[in-house]
């Protein structure tokens, strides 16, 4: 790759790598046949196992490609430009070319369906009940929800399009047993990975007892109308008082479809179970999320609120981890802590290069439209205090024994960002929403993370990581 003319200003340039082996990355700068003033100057430079953004293509390559273009992603991001790749917060918006549709049709090829039930059609899904009451769509519900989740109030007060509607599926009358159903399309896959993601809000106002059964239902070929059920999520147990975020991973691997069926319980009942804004997409669910009701409130008043933690959850390799947050008047701060688990005897120590992404989420119904506030790390299984001790290590090693609601475990060292959003920013969009925030986050396996930087700054960051105590902020 050649770069010939000079430049007025530091100009950002993407190589992409094809390496199967392990590799080294070499500059080499050649003196040409003309007279220089000058010479060639680097800076911040980042290595990963990611795609390159791509740009430009040759005009007479034109020809050769199909039109109207089929189904190909389109990505455009206004990007941060922090050196260091893991700490930027770019701005990305989606869409896919559409063969079928006009040309400013802004859907995205990951993007399989969304439903707020606002239209009488309610997007075509088809309902029926095996005794009992079937799914209803209502706009509130004497045993709550008052209101549907997309028109609840979000951060700057924004009443949203008023009064709309959900799907309520009643427990209060009939039998043991009885059930309601609600059924998506067929939908049909557009990645070769077989990944989705459904996700959904739900309120739960019956017995305990009742369950809200989430179910998947793929069909071998178009003539299947039979297709095989499997159930994926259970929703059951205590009322809530708030909407609810779910998301449900999917494995599908065939034209498939979603199925929502109410249960009725043993018990008396004065509600039932509610559902609204499902999101449908061939992307992965995140692996957390934390939801803070009446977290407005807290926001009222006090200046510096108590941290907040998640439940325990599990990466797909078995580290355990929880996240946290805090407000301090102005920022809310974010936290990721890797706590003690039951695989922790097979796992590698330090936990090294893994990615962890936390997401505070803008509650936007329709998830095209969201744009959350996003930071990511990785491990550095190097990184330590100077006298021996790994910030991110085995916490049964390192960490304090603490009790939570749910477990005692030990608990290692809180690492995050002080500044993941401002309180103006929240209030911008729907990160509240009916005084619930939510934060989402992912914990991913190994990755390559190569940052130089050729000043004495540098130094001065490895002197400051040696000299670290809890907390660690980015």
């Known amino acids: 790759m050649g770069l010939r003319t000079p430049t007025s200003h530091w100009q950002l340039q993407h190589v992409p790598l094809n390496a199967t ?9 050649r003196k040409g ?49 922090n050196p260091n790749i893991q700490l930027q917060m770019s701005k990305e918006r989606s869409l896919t070319t559409d063969p079928n549709v006009a040309s400013n049709d802004d859907s995205s090829i990951a993007f399989k369906m969304y439903c707020g039930f606002s239209e009488e059609t309610i997007c075509d899904v088809s309902r029926y009940s095996r005794t009992g009451t079937g799914w209803e769509r ?26 709309g509607h959900f799907m309520h599926a009643s427990t209060a009358s009939g039998q043991e047993g009885d059930s309601a159903w609600l059924q998506t399309q067929r939908m049909s896959l557009n990645r070769e990975c077989p990944s989705q993601c459904l996700q959904f809000y739900y309120y739960h106002s019956g017995n305990q007892s009742d369950q809200l059964n989430i179910w998947m239902r793929e069909f071998q070929d178009e003539q299947d109308s039979t297709g095989t059920l499997r159930l994926m999520a259970q929703i059951t147990g205590t009322p809530t008082s708030h909407w609810q975020l779910q998301h449900v991973p999917l494995n599908a691997t ?18 039932g179970f509610s559902i609204d804004d499902i999101n449908l997409s ?11 009701d009446e977290f407005e409130k807290v926001l009222n008043t006090t200046e510096f609120s108590a941290i907040k933690y998640s439940r325990r959850q599990y990466s797909r390799e078995g580290y355990a981890y929880r996240i946290a947050t805090t407000f301090d008047g102005e920022f809310f701060i974010m ?8 695989y922790d005897d097979q796992l590698e120590w330090p936990c090294p290069y893994r990615q962890v992404t936390v997401k505070m989420l803008d509650q936007n119904p329709n998830i095209q439209l969201q744009m959350s506030k996003e930071r990511s790390l990785t491990t550095d299984p190097n990184w330590n205090d100077g ?7 085995n916490p049964r090693k390192i960490g304090t024994e603490v009790t939570d609601e749910y477990d005692t475990f030990f608990a290692g060292f809180r690492i995050g960002w002080n500044n993941l959003a401002s309180l103006e920013e929240i209030q ?20 390559i993370a190569l940052i130089v930087k050729f000043t004495s700054v540098f130094t001065i960051v490895e002197t400051m990581l040696n000299n670290l105590t809890d907390p660690f902020f980015f």
């Open 428 to 447: 911008s969009r729907e990160f509240l929403k009916g005084g619930s925030a939510i934060f989402v986050s992912s914990f991913q396996g190994r990755t």
């Open 21 to 29: 082996k392990n590799f080294q990355v070499e500059f080499e700068v």
């Open 138 to 163: 209502v706009q509130h519900v004497s045993g709550g929800p008052t209101f549907d989740h997309t028109s609840l109030p979000n951060g700057n007060n924004d009443q949203g399009q008023g009064s």
């Open 282 to 292: 061939e992307t992965e669910c995140p692996h957390l999320t934390m939801q803070m």
């Open 335 to 342: 936290y990721v802590q890797l706590v003690s688990g039951d």
């Open 33 to 81: 046949p003309g007279n220089s003033k000058g010479s060639f100057s680097i800076d911040d430079i980042n290595l990963s196992e990611t795609e390159c953004p791509h740009l430009t293509m040759q005009m007479d390559e034109f020809e050769k490609l199909e039109w109207p273009c089929p189904y190909r992603q389109v990505t455009v991001k206004m990007l941060d430009q």
């Open 254 to 271: 065939k034209n498939f479809q979603v199925e929502f069926e109410v249960r009725k319980g043993p018990g008396n009942s004065t509600g």
């Open 387 to 393: 006298n021996g001790t790994y910030y991110w290590d």
